[in-house]
């Protein structure tokens, strides 16, 4: 999975094929935590990450 952006310690990946499964989501790694967030309504969809990063993603 290619990473697409680094910040805050924060690593968020995204695959790029179209075979995919939906919704459009992106992964976030923020040292013990994932999270998967729905591009379209910035929901998180799966994972514990802490609403702190949630709102800086």
Do not use: Q, W
């Not at 952006?5 to 695959?15: A, C, D, E, Q, T």
């Not at 939906?22 to 967030?37: F, Q, R, W």
């Amino acid at each position: 999975m290619p990473v697409i952006s680094r910040f805050y310690g924060m690593v968020i990946k995204m695959y790029f094929l179209t075979a995919e499964h939906n919704p459009p989501h992106i992964h976030v790694v923020y040292g013990e935590y994932l999270g998967v967030i729905d591009i379209r309504t910035s929901k998180m969809l799966e994972c514990d990450l802490p609403n702190k990063a949630l709102k800086i993603v």
